[in-house]
């Protein structure tokens, strides 16, 4: 019996959702303006459902009312009659009393249901279709939390063929491989939840692809919330499929955000070990991006299917749901070093901004071969948690140089203030297992060696 009961439960789950499910088939002769019509027609869709809602507080007043008798009808069902009639009595005058209210609030519900500030989601995955992702899409979107999601799932790409070629026919032919993917865009109607599928073959460009994804959401900065989601395997620099046949790297997704002009509220990184230095000076560098999740350890992902669990928590303002879904999770016995964070970027912007030109100051005003002493250059994947690198670079200062010199003390003081930042704008934590996770952002020797490359600074 409990079997046949569920199985009822999850048709009436699946069915309105599926039943509204539309595909097109797609080459890249077409892709373009086949998106761009999707994007009109999801527009359009929302217009006249936010319209609907606005016109309809009488259907809301009259639920609520019918909803109260009902309550207190089913209350009163195994009384005596006496008790049956006073207590019908006792209805009529509270019925009397808060119907006037009860309109009031019901059509004030109904406004703000129309006009609360929703979200929109850009959700981008490699190698398979995450469903637990995008039934939560399908879901938030039915509820009204979400005016519109987008979600692309990159299926497969082509291996090379031809073997005994020469390298550039092989080359040519790489250049020439195709990447197989489906869009899903979910919007609501009026009858309810739209699920659109645009499944297309196209060359692997970064660019285009990102512009199916954010199609047309800089037209709704201002008026929804914006949250990306990206999963991908990472290696703090960039995010690549399971065969890294296919990756791209943070600042292309960043210069695609500049360039449409989106403003994101959330930029959820599910992948490994994108806590990184360099990933987080680049986020911090862009004004586009206002919250940042990231695992600077292992990305749990399969365990507790972390690649939607931000998805569970978009209601409220992003703050919120930044903090709830990094601090949500349920206890679990250690399996491997997994964490995550979230960061507010525009805390952390100007401090880092500033101990990094600091900090190359110092190291061109240093005596010569300083920089050797600093750390580790024969290692560059060694890994620092951020906090006591800063500290460790701090007591160099102290114990070798003049730390009245004006350039050494303005490093000294940007340091002071970005270990202030550091733990202010860190918002939320979460640890796998307790006793080995990076309690932070982490930097690697070649983040250093990057980022001081940017100020004429190369180590022989």
């Known amino acids: 019996m409990k079997k046949i009961y569920l199985f009822f439960l999850l048709a009436a789950i699946w069915l309105p959702v599926q039943a509204q499910e539309k595909v097109i088939y797609v080459d890249g002769n077409n892709l373009k303006n086949e998106i761009t019509r999707l994007f009109k027609r999801a527009d359009l869709a929302y217009n006249e459902w936010e319209k609907s809602l606005l016109s309809s507080p009488v259907s809301s007043q009259e639920s609520v009312l019918s909803s109260q008798k009902q309550f207190v009808s089913k209350n009163n069902f195994s009384r005596p009659f006496g008790a049956k009639q006073a207590v019908s009595q006792r209805m009529d005058r509270v019925m009397a009393d808060i119907t006037s209210q009860t309109i009031q609030d019901a059509s004030k519900q109904a406004a703000k249901a129309a006009l609360g500030k929703k979200w929109q989601v850009a959700f981008m995955a490699t190698d398979f279709l995450p469903s637990t992702a995008l039934l939560r899409l399908q879901n938030k979107v039915e509820d009204g939390s979400l005016a519109r999601a987008s979600f692309l799932v990159w299926e497969k790409l082509e291996e090379p063929k031809g073997e005994g070629l020469s390298l550039w026919e092989q080359l040519d032919l790489i250049d020439q491989q195709k990447i197989?993917?489906?869009l899903y865009v979910i919007y609501p109607t009026v009858e309810g939840a739209v699920t659109e599928?645009?499944?297309?073959?196209?060359?692997?460009?970064?660019?285009e692809l990102l512009d199916l994804l954010f199609q047309n959401m800089n037209l709704h900065s201002d008026q929804f919330y914006t949250a990306v989601i990206l999963s991908a395997h990472g290696d703090g620099d960039g995010m690549f499929d399971r065969k890294a046949t296919f990756s791209y790297e943070i600042s292309e997704v960043l210069s695609k955000i500049e360039e449409v002009g989106l403003q994101v509220d959330v930029l959820n990184?599910?992948?490994?070990?994108?806590?990184?230095?360099?990933?987080?000076?680049q986020l911090v560098k862009s004004d586009k991006i206002d919250y940042a999740i990231v695992s600077s350890d292992d990305a749990v992902t399969g365990v507790l299917k972390r690649i939607s669990h931000l998805l569970r928590f978009l209601r409220g303002t992003p703050r919120n749901a930044v903090i709830s879904s990094v601090t949500h999770n349920p206890s679990m016995p250690p399996v491997g070093q997994a964490n995550e964070l979230g960061y507010d970027l525009q805390a952390l912007k100007e401090p880092l901004m500033q101990w990094i030109e600091q900090y190359a100051a110092m190291i061109k005003h240093g005596p010569e071969g300083m920089q050797h002493e600093l750390f580790d250059l024969t290692n560059s994947e060694k890994r620092y948690l951020l906090d006591d690198f800063i500290k460790q670079q701090m007591n160099y200062v102290r114990s070798h140089l003049d730390i009245h010199d004006p350039i050494n003390k303005a490093f000294m003081q940007s340091s002071g203030h970005l270990l202030q930042a550091l733990a202010k704008s860190k918002m939320a934590q979460w640890c796998l297992n307790d006793s080995k996770c990076t309690n932070g952002i982490y930097v690697r020797t070649g983040d250093i060696l990057a980022?001081?490359?940017?100020?004429?600074?190369y180590w022989a």
Do not use: H, N, W
């Not at 490994?272 to 987080?280: D, I, K």
């Not at 980022?451 to 600074?457: F, M, T």
């Open 197 to 207: 599928k645009v499944r297309f073959e196209c060359t692997p460009q970064v660019g």
């Open 451 to 457: 980022l001081c490359a940017k100020y004429d600074i």
């Open 269 to 281: 990184l599910v992948a490994c070990r994108m806590g990184s230095l360099l990933t987080m000076y």
């Open 180 to 182: 197989r993917g489906t």
